[in-house]
């Protein structure tokens, strides 16, 4: 009978544990924990993710890769879109993603909220609705040996409850003047997750 026991429990362990984001400790990750994103190979070109203006220089800052590989990049906050959600992160649960980086906001006056505009850019608003589509909704995929973010956007007026849009991988954009640039629709950056 003790057999039997652990075996559901182990059994149930697992199912709770499947589809957790994990971090590279192998810790499921919370949406009270402060992250760092790295690339997941040390072939990517680059370190973890920070801020800059755009090649036009000007407001709002875009998401870069750091140039340095050593680089952890500014920390990151998941914010949870669905407030029935649990604490910890699912993998392809909706989510907004900002920079948990105060001093960046008074650069160009706009929070650190991701959105897509062209390019992963700031300036988003947290679980909202701009242009006819949610500009800031995210999810964490499992993507072979580690993690990918997508954008998936939803129609106007649409809650956690409506189909999904056509999401997008996000991927890196190479600028013109050899930096780095998150880009929706681009070949998978692969990533994994630190606590910072």
Known sequence: MKIISRILLLSCLLFFTWNKVKGTA???????????LLPATTAANGGGLTLAKGENGSCPLDVFQAQNVQST???????????SAGLVIDENED????????RYVSICNKSTVWKIDGFVTTGGIKGGTENGTATSLFTIQKYEDAYALQ???RATGCSFICPRLLCGYIGIAPAANGSRRLAVNRPVFKIVFKKA
């Open 26 to 36: 192998g810790n499921i990750l919370s949406f009270l924990d402060r992250k760092a």
């Open 73 to 83: 990049g500014l920390p990151l906050k998941f914010l949870m879109v669905n407030s």
């Open 95 to 102: 989510i907004n993603i900002k920079f948990a980086a105060p």
């Open 151 to 153: 954008y998936c956007p």
